[in-house]
């Protein structure tokens, strides 16, 4: 997708220069949030860094706090590549903290999600269990389906690394169940992946191989759609 990602940044750049020659700062902060996120998808992780950094000062201006807690989230997201996660945590505490002085509850749950993931890969794993329930429980009060399978990956994720496999395929066939549900393909691709592995480390090597087959026709159809969506997408400029 590298020519899907040059196009769209020159075009935020083209943006972005509009919105600074008429000093329109909720348009510049935007836009230094959407180039930043297209150097993130091409894991330039300074360059994206540096553009967060500049929509946390016009968000600061603005005293809007919603944007601070998404761009707090983007630089713990790109502290957390840059192999830093501590320092990544203390950005995603900081996202959460600004998202719940406006009672942002989505941003909440995905600061926690976020923070949760983290602590598993630090084998914390009573402090990840405690933030990622915490997501599921936000997100089925929001009724907010696709966070809400974010959240049940995070407490198969520490279920698998506390090798506790079925306990983790049972919350995996949750994910599976709801992103059929509301279709989100992500979501259902990465709960297969995971099933998989599960299965294989139990030694159950037939349920392994049908997992992954499925993972792998998902993974297909995901392509497909976004080659098909960009296509389209070329056709109507």
């Known amino acids: 997708h590298e020519g899907n990602y040059e196009k769209a940044l020159k075009y935020y750049l083209i943006s972005l220069e ?3 020659v008429l000093n329109e700062q909720k348009g510049m902060a935007s836009s230094y949030n959407n ?3 297209i150097y993130w998808a091409q ?4 360059k994206a860094q540096d553009y967060f950094q500049k929509a946390v000062t016009i968000y600061a201006q603005m005293d809007d706090k919603k944007g601070l807690g998404g761009a707090y989230s983007n630089i713990g997201g790109v502290a957390y590549y840059k192999g830093k996660p501590d320092v990544a945590i ?3 505490q900081k996202s959460y903290d600004f998202y719940k002085e406006v009672n942002y509850k989505t941003g909440c749950a995905t600061a926690f999600t976020n923070i949760s993931e983290i602590f598993t890969e630090q084998k ?8 990622a329930l915490e997501s599921i429980e936000i997100n089925e009060q929001l009724g907010n389906k ?5 959240g049940l990956l995070a407490v198969a994720k520490i279920f698998t690394y506390q090798k506790q496999y079925q306990k983790a395929i049972e919350k995996l066939n949750e994910v ?3 992103s059929k549900e509301i279709n989100a393909q992500k979501q259902l691709s990465q709960a297969h992946l995971m099933t998989a592995q599960a299965y294989y480390d139990l030694g159950n090597y037939q349920k392994a191989y049908k997992s992954y087959e499925q993972y792998s026709y998902t993974k297909d159809s995901i392509f497909t759609k976004e080659r098909s969506s ?3 997408t070329r056709a109507t400029c």
């Open 124 to 131: 914390k794993y009573a402090e990840a269990m405690k933030y």
């Open 35 to 37: 180039v930043g996120l």
């Open 90 to 92: 203390l950005y995603f």
């Open 230 to 232: 960009f296509l389209d």
């Open 146 to 150: 696709s966070d809400k399978t974010y």
């Open 43 to 46: 894991s330039n992780f300074d």
């Open 18 to 20: 509009i919105d600074e």
């Open 176 to 178: 599976i169940e709801l």
